[in-house]
């Protein structure tokens, strides 16, 4: 029922910007929130953004915070992740998540998509 949808991923060098897609589908989101992790082999997956699909908040790790923007488009049901000033440590498989805010779990993502890898040369 709930699909998420990730494209944009891609080879950049160091220093470079990209722009992740997430198409949602589904399910009304208006009570969710949206976030993106990443996970690079052998390392644990990780935080990297997320927003309320209503709007009333934002949220970055440390790690990319100044660097990143989480943003929605209501009209196109999408998340995007503008990714600038990338690093070789930003190398992932980059994920589109979403959670139900006030759910059973409140900290768990319920959804995820399949995953796009972002690839940053040195």
């Known amino acids: 029922q709930v699909q998420l949808v990730e494209s944009g991923g891609g080879l950049v060098q160091a220093g470079g910007s990209l722009r992740l897609s997430c198409a949602a589908s589904?399910?009304?989101?208006?009570?969710?929130?949206m976030g993106w992790f990443r996970q690079a082999p052998g390392k644990e997956r990780e935080f990297v953004a997320a927003?309320?699909?209503?709007?009333?908040?934002?949220s970055y790790a440390d790690s990319v915070k100044g660097r990143f923007t989480i943003s929605r488009e209501i009209a196109k049901n999408s998340v995007y992740l503008q990714m600038n000033s990338l690093k070789p440590e930003d190398t992932a498989v980059y994920y589109c998540?979403?959670?139900?805010?006030?759910?059973?779990?409140?900290?768990?993502?319920?959804?995820w998509g399949q995953g796009t890898q972002v690839t940053v040369s040195s």
């Open positions: 589904g399910r009304t989101f208006s009570k969710y929130a």
């Open positions: 927003l309320s699909w209503g709007g009333s908040w934002t």
């Open positions: 998540a979403a959670k139900l805010l006030g759910g059973a779990d409140p900290v768990g993502y319920d959804y």
